[in-house]
């Protein structure tokens, strides 16, 4: 028996380190772990500032002088600082809102300010040319102050985001060379010593390849900022890169750590701290924890909407993915290897061997999953790239409309008016009649038929695929859908909701209904299946 024990001790002595213990620093990530408890908690802060904002701001809208006033302005401008690191969609919508506001307000300060903004959300999603265009549209020699400072800083990222999007030569240099100089250009004009200051002269120093001297400079910033936690997190990860480039990859993690916790706390989506984190703990061997940060990150970068950030995770989700499984494979791998040997000596080693195989079945189930999860993920990525087509075109379509709909409602305002000081009832009363708003509504269905067909090019021809050729409809020109079609058009679409499909078409619920399925019994495939061949299309 003792000769047992003495070659069970033996085996544990041989047993691979990862399975006893995993390397590298822990104190800082179980600080994140227990931030990321409380995530629910920070987020709820933010949300509760943009419910106070957007409750005045609906308050403000019933004034009759909203147009004019600046505190409308304000308001706006202080939900797109709510939203700029928390979603895109919302803080680029509030920018736009300014700087309607401010063009149509005649004021010049507030049009370069909500154009810095507007390009700074479009940096940030990753519309870098979009961008370029707004920063190009400012008149520099117009600019001082706290405005010139953003525009500054807005190039300098612009250009950074560019070189780092490109990474070859000659654009690279070309790049960063244009970036440096809007960073020097905004390190001139900000008061020596302030942590803004610091922060400048470490990025630039970074650029420079003066890491330990970048890092001092981020040292002075963290001690300048006690209450801006976004500056901390943002300082925080400049040390964790300066770190990696000398090679010092324990102390990165936690300033990565430090960086994600502060991300945590401010409630920001628009993160990298967590993602570069998680690649660092995964070349330790941290697979577990490391799936838990790249999923978080994926999480707030879907919320956010940045395409580049979802492009990066993208690009290292399967692997973190894949390796898990493999350490874990390894592990199944040398446990069964030692029941080889175990089987030799008692019952013992047959209780060895049982429990092996009772993990092999959960390492199967969990490559199962896994499997799953990134057939999943690669059908959501897919879709998002439908979605993203289908947005862009509607979204282009719908300003072209809208603006012509305002145009034409201007004109008939104007009509009205002169009407009414001219007292001409009669006149007016025979202005409104409802065939113009059918024919309004007619430019309607041809505009979303004309965006759909360009969409879906051969719907048409697969749609009636779907039937014998005796009940194949074609519509009148190729341009257009027909009623029926239009129906399945918007289901193509994802708008499956009856109620609001009649509201789209100007019809009943129940006829909504009806058409449908009087065309799924005419169809020649199974009523439950025809919905599900129309989203194939």
Sequence with gaps: ????????????????????????????????DNSLAHRDQYERQRVERIDELKKELAQMEKQPNKEVGDRYYDLMYGLYNEYKSYCYDSAHHYADECLAWAKSNHHDDRIIEASNAVSFTLISAGFLTEANEV?????????????????????????????????EEPFYTKY?????????????????????????LGSRQMRDHQYQQALESFNKVLSLCDSDLHRKAMTTAEMAWAYI???????????????????NETATREITALYHLSRLIYKKGDHERASVYVHQALDDVQFYNSRLRKIEIGDILP??????????????????????????????????????RKKNRTLTTARETIATQLDQLQAANRQLKEDDKIKNAYIGRSFYTNSEFIAKLEK?????????????????????KLSTLNAERENMYEAFDQTFLKIFPDFVQKYNLLFEEKDRKLPPNDHSLTSEMRIFALIRLGITDSERIAKFLNYSVHTVNTYKTRIKNRSTVENEQFESRIMEI
């Design 135 to 167: 920063l190009k549209s400012i008149d520099r020699s117009k600019l001082s102050g706290r405005l010139l400072e953003d525009y500054y800083e807005h190039n300098s990222q612009l250009w950074r985001a560019q070189a780092d999007y490109v990474r």
């Design 412 to 432: 008939l305002y104007l009509m009205i008016d002169r009407k009414i000081v001219a007292r001409q009832y009669d006149d007016l009363r025979s202005m409104m």
């Design 245 to 263: 480039y000398l090679d010092n990859e324990d102390k990165a993690i936690d300033y990565f750590a430090q960086s994600a916790i502060y991300d």
């Design 176 to 200: 960063i060379t244009q970036s440096n100089a809007y960073l020097d250009s905004l390190k001139q004009m900000l008061p020596q010593n302030s942590a803004r200051w610091w922060s400048c």
């Design 1 to 32: 028996m003792k000769y047992i024990l003495f070659f069970l001790f033996s085996i544990l002595l041989g047993t691979p380190s990862w399975v006893l213990a995993k390397d590298g620093p822990t104190n800082w990530l179980s600080e994140l």
């Design 319 to 356: 692997i973190i993915e894949r390796d898990r499984y493999e350490a874990v494979s390894s592990q199944r791998n040398w446990l069964i290897a030692a029941s080889c040997l175990f089987v030799l000596l008692s019952a013992v080693i047959l209780y060895s061997y049982w429990f092996i």
